[in-house]
């Protein structure tokens, strides 16, 4: 399921599941967009975290697991002139509100 809107809401869901049940975590996000997801305040209602940071990164965070992202790095098949390449910027100027909201928000 996707994460509800608000950590109450999340904590009302979790209220219903059986004591026994396992709630995990995937960060799916980049750290560049969705560093919120990163901060072990906001994954500390988890009882494990899935997340492609490098292992080393994260060895020292118990519930903590690495995964690899389903893609393969290719080198392109021409070495087109620096001069002949165009460039791509994302700016991006959301704030982020809702379940895990970044700790220097206003």
């Known amino acids: 399921m996707d994460l509800p809107p608000s950590r109450q809401e999340f904590e009302q869901i979790r209220g219903q599941l059986r004591p026994d049940t396992s709630v995990v975590l995937q960060i799916l996000e980049s750290p560049v967009l969705g560093i919120h997801a990163f901060d072990p305040v906001n994954t500390s209602g988890f009882d494990a975290v899935l997340t492609y940071e490098h292992p080393e990164a994260i060895k020292s965070r118990t519930h903590?697991?690495?995964?690899?992202?389903?893609?393969?790095?290719?080198?392109?098949?021409?070495?087109?002139?620096?001069?002949?390449?165009?460039?791509?910027?994302?700016?991006?100027?959301?704030?982020?509100?809702?379940?895990?909201?970044?700790?220097?928000?206003?």
Do not use: C, W
């Not at 392109?76 to 982020?96: A, H, Q, S």
């Open 64 to 106: 903590y697991f690495h995964y690899h992202l389903p893609n393969q790095l290719r080198q392109p098949r021409t070495n087109m002139p620096f001069e002949e390449r165009k460039g791509v910027v994302l700016i991006n100027g959301n704030r982020v509100k809702g379940f895990l909201p970044s700790a220097n928000e206003d």
